[in-house]
């Protein structure tokens, strides 16, 4: 069974960095793209970026490019998603999600991180 | 890149046919077939509905198709149910290899 595995909630403050986890089973992780997506409190969803495991090399929307840092380990069948230096504006639920190439569809989610960040 | 644009809100009676638009550009709607659509129930994980405009995932209901027409797709509910109540969002492969999601539609079963 397919399945992304994300960690828990986090409470940080501005400034803080922070690193959240997708950990993928059930499949060959290094041969499938992940991707993250941001939900803001009550708003719809953003597509933040991509990366294949088995290259490690990313991609942003322009949207985040330069705010977030999206890496995997292959090894441990995990991508991450990072920041430096939060905002309150980065408060939202964040998902990861499988896809078998990057022109391919988001088939398989997980659960969604919640990150908040307050003063 | 802009979101794609749909209608904020769509609502039906059980048992009728309602459709969702989702309008964007020649740069990705208009210019490749790789429009998924999902569904999303309050507080979970948006779910895989159609891909590649009109292809439907194994265990989703037949009475979700979806189509496009130039730079616009839709995504019809047929034989509208309560359980069907959801935001749906759909989404599109760019040129600029990335993916850009709409601004999601609520669906009201009335």
């Known amino acids: 069974e397919v399945q992304l595995v994300q960690s828990g909630a986090e409470v940080k403050k501005t400034g803080e960095s922070l690193k959240i986890s997708c950990k993928g089973s059930?499949?060959?992780?290094?041969?499938?793209?992940i991707a993250w997506v941001r939900q803001m409190p009550g708003k719809g969803l953003e597509w933040v970026g991509i990366?294949?495991?088995?290259?490690?090399?990313?991609r942003y929307s322009p949207s985040f490019q330069g705010r977030v840092t999206i890496s995997a380990d292959k090894s441990i069948s995990t991508a991450y998603l990072q920041w430096t230096s939060l905002k309150a504006s980065d408060t939202a639920m964040y998902f990861c999600a499988r896809q078998d190439a990057d022109w391919k569809p988001l088939d398989y989610w997980g659960q969604g991180s919640l990150v908040t960040v307050s003063s | 890149q802009s979101a794609l644009t749909q209608p904020a809100s769509v609502s039906g009676s059980p048992g009728q046919s309602i459709s969702i638009s989702c309008t964007g550009s020649s740069s990705d709607v208009g210019d490749y077939d790789y429009v998924s659509w999902f569904q999303q129930h309050p507080g979970k994980a948006p779910k895989l509905m159609i891909y590649d405009v009109s292809q439907r995932p194994s265990g989703v209901s037949y009475r979700f198709s979806g189509s496009k027409s130039g730079n616009t797709a839709s995504l019809t509910i047929s034989g509208l149910q309560a359980e069907d109540e959801a935001d749906y969002y759909c989404s599109s492969y760019t040129s600029s290899n990335t993916w850009v999601f709409g601004g999601g539609t609520t669906v009201t079963v009335l």
């Open positions: 059930g499949y060959s992780f290094a041969n499938y793209w």
């Open positions: 990366i294949y495991p088995g290259k490690s090399d990313p």
